[in-house]
């Protein structure tokens, strides 16, 4: 599959997010897969894949502990720049059908 990634630059660093529509809206909002990558305080880059509620105006929400949230990918980069950001998120968005199953059988989702 392919997906749209959009790298920024905020207060943290530089983060990498894939927004994955899952086709179904709630009162919360329609539900996504965001998978996000950064560099922690530990040094290694870690990608992680969270269900989020996208409302109207662009803004999202999530519930911790019930929410589908997982870490899919975690490794160590000598240096983090925009390009080698990509190449480890575009390397851990092969972990992304597996997640996309968990999350189809957590919320009883079409797969």
Do not use: W
Request: proline share 2%; aromatic share 8%.
């Amino acid at each position: 599959m392919t997906y749209t990634t959009q790298i920024a630059k905020n207060y943290y660093g530089l983060e990498a997010v894939t927004e994955i529509p899952l086709n179904k809206r709630t009162e919360e909002g329609e539900m996504a897969l965001r998978v996000t990558s950064s560099k922690r305080h530990s040094g290694t880059v870690s990608t992680c894949a969270s269900v989020i509620y996208r409302k109207d105006d662009s803004s999202y929400s999530t519930v911790i502990f019930q929410d589908y949230s997982k870490t899919i990918a975690q490794g160590k980069v000598a240096r983090i720049t925009e390009k080698s950001l990509a190449e480890f998120h575009a390397k851990a968005l092969e972990a992304v059908p597996a997640a996309l199953v968990e999350v189809a059988a957590q919320y009883s989702l079409a797969a």
